[in-house]
């Protein structure tokens, strides 16, 4: 029977998003993995790709219509042997207008079609046309196999990884959606405050899908999770003169490595140094992670990404700069995937490069901790010797959840982060 496809999740914290263009019309034929549309989601404009096979029998949501909710039909693709003829009454563009009542899961492409097979123990399974071709071929249950798809629907690459004989793993936990309505907090509401200003002078400002998002995220953030702020100087001297000498020695092949870069791979190690610090909350639990994916708050116009550097502390100081180089890059473009921003169990947000002493970040969930960075500074120390002298120095701000990392752990994690910052040749070690 037709199937429809539905508007896709394609970042975690999307609820809606733009169809800004069509890929496909009616009447064209599409495989797995061909492009079918363009949508902007809250981060950025990104292209969506089929999961089944077919003819495109009708499109229901116009290009160019905003505020399509997740999980709404947004065109219906035909079968073999199918025609537009067969498409119901369910699938028309009123009845699109309307998300899926009983959507739970972020969308890829289709809804489940009713006629699915049934496994072993009397539930349905759901699959592609395709995936179940492949599936007989190989002598697949497909009872055994775990679906990729739109609410577990397995698709073609599932079959192609699964081996005969093998038992279905356990779903991953979906992620968890940002909170509804940028505005979570008490206050006074919009018309109030339009009133208060009644008579001057001002420009409304339409908030954007990004800026709705941060708003949301971290309005909860600040309100739900239990922060506390530890702080160090660090000096940078022995830094600086050592990246001096490292950028000379690496002009030749193109690389200049910045403060940043030796501070992500302080983190990585520090995070190495202190295991029970890398953790995340997971409602009811902790996750405790063996690599150290930092993220790294990246501004942009209109709000900030957070892209993974994944597996930092294996990483060269050049191989991390690099990486770092094109994230940020490509963040400020908009050309980020969500996988690429999403995860990571620390985070840095540096504000020394405009002029900022210091600053406390807002934890971003479920992260465990942020390290708030700011400007060195020429000032004034007492040596270890007793005398007075100059060093440049860097304020540091570690923002802790307690669920996570209690105090002492939190002032191992960051005496590690000073540590390897002051002395930067036990980095390469």
């Known amino acids: 029977m037709p199937t429809e496809i539905l508007m896709p999740a394609l970042s975690p914290t999307m609820e809606e998003g733009t169809l800004a263009k069509w890929l496909v019309k009616e009447g064209d034929t599409v495989s797995s993995g061909d492009l079918l549309a363009e949508i902007e989601t809250d981060k950025a404009t990104m292209e969506f790709e089929a999961v089944d096979e077919g003819v495109i029998g009708k499109i229901l949501i116009a290009e160019g219509t905003e505020g399509v909710k997740v999980n709404t039909p947004i065109a219906v693709i035909l ?40 496994g ?37 690459a599932d079959v192609e990884a699964a081996q005969p004989g093998q038992t279905a793993a356990s779903a991953a936990p979906a992620p968890a959606t940002a909170a509804k309505g940028a505005a979570m907090a008490s206050g006074p509401s919009t018309d109030q405050v339009l009133k208060m200003y009644e008579g001057r002078a001002f420009e409304e400002v339409k908030l954007n899908g990004m800026r709705k998002t941060v708003a949301a995220r971290l309005t909860e953030a600040k309100q739900s999770v239990p922060h506390f702020y530890l702080r160090r100087d660090i000096q940078l001297d022995a830094l600086l003169k050592f990246r001096s000498q490292l950028n000379k020695q690496l002009e030749s092949k193109g690389v200049k490595l910045s403060v940043n870069d030796f501070i992500i791979k302080a983190c990585a190690l520090a995070l ?16 405790k992670f063996s690599a150290s994916d930092v993220a790294v708050a990246v501004a942009v116009d209109g709000g900030l990404f957070t892209p993974v550097l994944q597996d930092a502390e294996k990483k060269s100081l050049s191989a991390l700069s690099a990486q770092m180089k094109d994230l940020a890059g490509r963040a400020r473009d908009g050309k980020l995937a969500p996988h690429e921003y999403v995860g990571g169990s620390f985070a840095i947000s540096n504000l020394g490069m405009f002029g900022i002493d210091n600053f406390d970040a807002i934890i971003n969930p479920p992260h465990g901790a942020i390290l708030a960075v700011g400007a060195g500074i020429k000032k004034p120390v007492v040596g270890t010797d007793g005398e007075l002298a100059v060093a440049t120095v860097m304020s540091t701000t570690l923002s802790v959840d307690h669920r996570v990392i209690d105090g002492a752990l939190g002032a191992n994690l960051l005496n590690a982060i000073k540590e390897n910052l002051e002395n930067p040749m036990m980095m390469l070690a």
């Open 79 to 118: 079968e073999d042997g199918e025609s537009a003829a067969d498409i119901g009454a369910a699938s028309t563009p009123a009845a699109a207008a309307a998300p899926a009542a009983k959507a739970e899961a972020p969308a890829g492409a289709a809804a489940p079609a009713p006629a699915a097979p049934k």
């Open 120 to 156: 072993g123990d009397g539930k349905r399974v759901f699959a592609t046309p395709l995936a179940r071709r492949i599936a007989a071929d190989k002598g697949l249950d497909l009872a055994n196999v775990k679906g990729s798809g739109p609410h577990g629907r397995i698709v073609k």
């Open 272 to 287: 190495q140094s202190v295991p029970d610090a890398n953790a995340v909350w997971a409602g009811d639990r902790t996750l």
